[in-house]
């Protein structure tokens, strides 16, 4: 007995014991709800509140009703708080920490008086599915009702401050994964790592033991931890990697397991998983059976034995399986007044514990049914009803252990395709046929007790490393795992416990605590025609809160049983999805991994003082510090900007010429080799994917550009219709990353060249515009391609990547009795829209077609079949509603790319929006705001007017014909 | 016309004229070619024995042979090919992965190399069309050796990277590190070598990364022109 023992630290804190996982030489304090609380190393928050005395952790998601400790472990969400900004985490699973401060989530103003939890005085109001039903009318009073429907729902709150430290996502493999530490799965991962197979063993929580650690179901604690000790020992022997402090989430395509670590995220990739989950406690109806001291008896034996935490002062025990006699002894010898309602009463096994239980004074109480708890903050007393007679009577109490029959925690092996069934033998549900690679081991199986489940699991080890070729023959027991089910059937591991108040209306006969579902609520949802399991979930949103069916799926399914009439065996399970079990969304992202892309020059840019930005994967220059300068050196001199971003594509093959003039819509026969040609690419529907130009190197050999964002989905677009039957001779190949690429261009760039040049008459006629040349630029072997993006004299010059920092750094010494600047990408977007170049991604849209975009020009309809050709005749036919044209403002505000342009019209500000704007910017060359935008084509006419709703102000705008520099395109093919 | 008038001579022509007298430089370092040592030598042995080495290997030349009969093409001029994809046949200093049936990927001691033998390539008889691309400028390679380099890879990869699944000489192409890259493996002396290929502008992302990895471990890391001198093409004792 430990009656006079008094805790210098906690009321509720139990003598020392050599079982106990707390380190009661390591004290500190933590902060929760603003008062402190005493803690000793190895304690979760959970057990260091509840032996301070805490009974109510959080409040309910919809009636703020008190919630306390029911499971401790991690299944059901009543202890959820908010620890150190973080929201919902498991007070039961997360350690207390020094320091750490601790609030309750979902009251208001604080966890002991919450207003909010008047809600459940007017649930009448608040029926399943109230949402589709309830605040419709009137529809003025909808921005009322929507602010505070807004406030109360949601759970948690988040962080303020974004985490600094992002956790991290590995990648771990083995031959066999076994999941579950308990000793089903310490003996699989001991047998199949004898065999020699390479085991990983995934544990939830910080050491391997599962329920032997606190459950004891034979001799006693002392045996427990010898076996703990043993089972380790040889997980040890046998070189299993143990991976504790992580849980496994989901079960997703290809064999993989989803698992949430004290680091981050892993994906546990294996030939074969044994899946040793284990088994937890049935959830039983009854009035009031939320209330703070209802409590699982592997909750009270975890906070007794581990945590070394009297759970409760008077407590009845409602015992319908072995654990429930063992909690009652646990229970006595921590000094608690016991009662034991004995449903397993008849059954010679437990004899020997009955009359143990007896010899120490523990109450045994006939067999009954609970109605009800009492209690408004705390259960004070259960209301019970004999089960021969029917009689009631009220016993004293303040703790509910509920010792019900085990299930088997089989949410994450469901997922895996594993049906379970339910045997009314075994009175119990099990596993059928599994998948290849599956093995479940253990309670998770139904197999009940430490000695069936190891022995179990010692042969589902056995089984899965045969299957992959070790120790085979070594045991015929491998081939008997399968048997193993009928086997156990053998001894009834479970009392039946019946089902409780099953003729009470069911108005607080909590189902989903998650979501405050009543069974009151799935009788009226089911009276509504909610009949199906799937459909009924959705309705009454009963599993889909935080514990996602473990607390509550079992009871909805003999709920609805019950309710339909019909057998559990005929009752449909609701779909086990992952994740299990919450997963912060911090885990799931990972740590920031952008691999961002660096051009061959990257390091020049960055050491020569260039504003550097992230342009789609790459990191360009945006500038070098005046960007107005910049385009103002490529008018009247020259100009270098590093295009190395361009997509790159090989194209080689007799049949070369017949796969662009089938992806692009223009004719690609008759192009000379030496010359280059601009193409725009559009999809079936006529949509514009990309555009580039390309050059025929020979024969047989072109090569293709993109857009910096374009190119691999232009390679992906080749390869598809490469393999689509086309029956081309043809391959292409991604060459974006082989040659660094930049742009000399501006009426200087010919003299700048011609210096560092090998093997090319730069000579207009000799090389002129729309044409590629190969020679040496500054000794590396070069590609060059006489185009315009810029509207100036400009050469793009295509070189080895690794010969790139060594060719720019040639042109700019070549250059600088020029006063060659080098440029970034603002002052190429200045440049270009000068000259009237669309941008694609930019000026088109997901919906955008050439004709509409302007670009008509390239599109030659009278050309054989190519992709997109029967959508453009139709667009053709039909015409375009919309336009892309140029424009130019008189003032000099600039408008920002998807600004509204707009016309007086209906509306909230009496605007009716007609187009956008998707290029704006000062002309330095033109001295004026120009940009490019959408408008209604009977508006596209030069010279007509139209208004930009930019930053508030009203712009008035003018169509003007483009390219707005140099129209006639003289200067670039100078 | 300026343009390589090579068309006739066959099918397998370059795109592009080879040769040059500048060194290249790596994706991970600016550095041009290779400069002397940094570690001294024993810690390196201790690092290759022990944990993991990581080696910037970007001078290596690579080769990319495409085609139907790409396989016949290779055994008739060089002697052999991989008969399987995933397998790499080491033929001197080139090492030949089958990518695909009809794609082989030549990974040769030099740039120089892979042009040589890529116009070596471009002259052996053989019919249909074989397309050959000297891809060296296109990709950061590197190697990873020592007994920890597996354990280092698989954590950033879905591949299973132990022996038994990925024994030496072997050759896949997977996500490490959230981009694509080419793992070949090639064991010198008991000592998993590992060269992992990916494209030269995510090569300073990808070393970053696998440093931090190899980091972790105690490995260690040695610059790009400090590991070609002591390393040679493929590294050895």
Redesign the interface.
């Known amino acids: 007995m430990t009656g006079s023992y008094s805790d210098p630290l906690a009321e509720n804190r139990l003598p020392e014991s050599r079982a106990e996982c707390i380190d009661r030489a390591r004290q500190f304090t933590f902060e929760f709800d603003g008062r402190d609380y005493p803690a000793y190393a190895g304690d979760t928050i959970a057990s260091a509140l509840a032996a301070g005395g805490v009974d109510t952790f959080s409040r309910s998601f919809k009636y703020h009703r008190r919630r306390g400790l029911l499971c401790l472990s991690g299944d059901c969400p009543n202890c959820m708080v908010r620890v150190d900004g973080e929201p919902n985490v498991r007070a039961c699973l997360r350690a207390a920490e020094p320091g750490m401060s601790v609030q309750a989530q979902n009251a208001w103003p604080s966890l002991e008086i919450d207003l909010m939890s008047l809600v459940q005085h007017f649930d009448r109001f608040l029926p399943p599915g109230f949402y589709y039903k309830a605040f419709m009318r009137p529809r003025w009073l909808w921005p009322l009702y929507e602010r505070f429907l807004r406030a109360a729902a949601g759970l948690g709150q988040l962080p303020e401050a974004v985490p600094e430290a992002r956790p991290g996502k ?4 083995a ?1 066999i994964a076994v999941i579950g530490g308990g000793p089903a799965g310490m003996a699989a991962a001991a047998a199949a790592a004898e065999q020699g197979a ?1 085991v990983i063993l995934l544990e939830e929580t910080p050491a391997l033991g599962g329920h032997l650690r606190y459950r004891g179901d034979y001799a006693g604690v002392l045996d427990a931890g010898v076996r703990v000790s043993a089972g380790r020992d040889k997980i040890e022997e046998s070189d299993v990697e143990v991976i504790p402090r992580t849980h496994a989430f989901g079960w997703y395509d290809h064999g ?1 397991i989803g698992a949430a670590a004290e680091g981050g995220l892993l ?1 546990v ?1 294996a030939a074969a998983f044994i899946l040793a989950t284990g088994a937890r406690e049935r959830f039983l109806s009854f009035r009031n059976n939320d209330l703070p001291g209802v409590m699982f008896s592997g909750a009270a034996q975890r906070l007794i034995r581990l945590w070394r935490v009297r759970p409760g002062r008077r407590a009845l025990v409602y015992s319908g399986s072995r654990y429930g006699y063992r909690t009652a002894l646990d229970l006595q010898e921590a000094g608690v007044e016991v009662r034991l309602m004995d449903l397993a009463k008849g059954r010679s096994e437990f004899s020997e514990l009955r009359d143990e239980l007896g010899s120490r004074g523990v109450e045994l109480l006939p067999q009954g049914l609970i109605r009800a708890v009492s209690g408004r903050r705390h259960v004070c007393g259960a209301e019970i009803s004999d089960l021969t007679d029917g009689s009631r009577r009220q016993v004293d109490c303040d703790l509910l252990v509920l010792a019900s029959p085990l299930i088997p925690a089989n949410d994450l092996i469901l997922q895996t395709g594993v049906k379970y069934a339910w045997d009314e033998n075994a009175g119990g549900f099990r596993p059928g046929r599994m998948p290849p690679g599956i093995y479940v081991a253990g309670g998770a199986a139904g197999i009940y007790g430490a000695d069936r489940a190891q022995r179990d699991g010692h042969l589902a080890g056995l089984a899965a490393a045969e299957a992959l070729g070790y120790g085979v023959g070594a045991s015929r027991s491998a081939s008997g795992h399968a048997a193993r089910g009928r086997d156990a059937d053998a001894e009834r591991a479970q009392a039946t416990m019946p089902s409780a108040s099953a003729k009470s209306g069911g108005k607080r006969d909590f189902v989903c605590l998650c979501e405050d579902v009543t069974r009151a609520d799935i009788r009226i949802s089911m009276g509504e025609g909610y009949q199906g399991m799937e459909l009924l979930k959705r309705y009454a949103t009963v599993g889909m809160g935080p514990c996602q069916g473990k607390i509550c799926g079992d009871l909805l399914m003999r709920t609805h049983a019950e309710v339909a009439e019909s057998s559990l065996a005929d009752t449909q399970r609701t779909t086990s999805r992952p994740p299990v079990r919450p997963v912060r969304l911090g885990t799931l992202a990972g740590d920031r ?1 952008d ?6 020059l ?2 020049w840019h960055v050491s020569n003082g260039a504003q550097m930005m992230v342009a789609g994967q ?1 990191m360009r220059p945006e500038h070098y510090g005046d960007p107005m300068e910049e385009v103002r050196s490529v008018r009247s001199g020259v100009g270098l900007i590093d295009v ?1 971003t361009l997509g790159k594509i ?1 194209v ?3 049949d070369a010429h017949l796969l662009l003039n089938y992806i692009y819509t223009n004719r690609w026969k008759g192009l000379r ?2 010359a280059v040609r601009y193409g725009v690419m559009v999809n079936e529907e006529g949509v514009v994917l990309d555009d580039g130009v390309s050059a025929r ?5 072109y ?1 293709l550009t993109t857009t910096s964002g374009g190119s691999d989905r232009v390679y992906e677009w080749i390869q598809w219709w490469l393999q689509s039957g086309l029956d081309l ?3 292409a ?1 991604q ?5 660094a690429a930049m742009n000399l261009t501006g009426p200087l760039s010919r003299r700048v060249l011609s210096k560092v040049i090998h ?3 730069l000579d207009g006629e ?2 002129p515009y729309m044409h ?4 040496r630029v500054a ?3 070069a ?1 060059l391609l006489r185009i315009g993006f810029t509207g100036e004299l400009g050469y793009e010059i295509h070189v ?7 060719v720019w750094e040639a042109l700019l010494d070549a250059g600088a009795e020029f006063n060659i600047r080098p440029f970034g990408l603002e002052a190429q977007r200045v440049l270009r829209l000068e000259k009237g170049h669309i941008i694609v991604g930019q000026d088109t849209d997901g919906l955008t077609n050439p004709l509409q975009a302007r670009m008509g020009w390239a599109v030659d309809l009278e050309k054989d079949e190519f992709v997109g050709r029967r959508s453009l005749l139709r667009l053709m036919d039909r015409g375009s509603d919309t336009l892309l044209v140029g424009f130019t403002l008189d003032r000099d505000l600039i408008p920002e790319e998807g600004t509204q342009v707009v016309r007086p019209g209906e509306g909230p500000i009496g605007l009716e929006i007609i187009g956008r704007v998707t290029s704006a910017r000062y002309s330095p060359t033109l001295g004026r705001v120009i940009g490019l935008g959408w408008l209604p084509a009977d508006m596209a006419e030069a010279g007509s007017e139209f208004l930009i709703r930019s930053k508030g102000e009203i712009l008035d705008a003018r169509v003007v014909e483009v390219p707005f520099y140099d129209p006639a395109g003289e200067r670039q093919r100078e | 016309m300026i343009l390589p008038g090579r068309d006739s001579v066959n099918s397998r022509n370059a795109p592009f004229e080879y040769g040059s007298a500048m060194r290249s430089r790596s994706a991970i370092s600016d550095a041009r070619g290779h400069t002397g040592l940094s570690a001294r030598r024993e810690e390196i042995q201790l690092a290759w024995r022990q944990s993991a080495l990581m080696v910037d290997a970007s001078h290596l030349g690579l080769l990319l042979i495409r085609g139907e009969d790409a396989l016949t093409m290779l055994v008739e001029s060089l002697g052999g090919a991989p008969g399987t994809v995933g397998q790499v046949l080491v033929l001197g200093e080139a090492a030949i992965a089958r990518r695909r049936p009809d794609e082989f990927e030549l990974v040769c001691s030099s740039f120089e190399a892979a042009e040589d033998l890529a116009m070596r390539l471009q002259e052996a008889p053989g019919a249909g069309l074989i397309s050959i691309l000297e891809a060296s400028h296109g990709r950061a390679g590197m190697f990873l050796a020592g007994p920890q380099v597996p354990e280092v890879i698989m954590g950033l990869c879905a591949l299973d990277l132990s022996h038994s699944q990925f024994p030496d000489r072997y050759y896949a192409q997977a996500g490490v590190a959230g981009i694509r890259a080419s793992i070949l493996r090639r064991d010198r002396a008991g000592t998993p070598i590992y060269y992992l290929g990916v494209d030269r502008s995510l090569g300073a992302y990808f070393w970053e990364e696998l440093a931090r990895e190899v980091g972790g471990i105690s490995g260690m890391v040695i610059r790009a022109e400090s590991g070609h001198a002591l390393l040679g093409g493929w590294p050895v004792e």
């Open positions: 590995r990648h771990i493999h031959e390479r993989v994906k990739h991994r691999p961002l892309r660096l051009t061959p990257h390091a790459w190395s090989l080689h093959g007799p080799t030496g190197l020979s024969e047989d050999w090569y001779d043809v391959h190949v060459v974006t990353d082989h040659r093997g090319v008459d000799a090389f590629a040349r190969q020679g000794g590396a072997p590609l080895p990547s690794g010969y790139g920092l060594d």
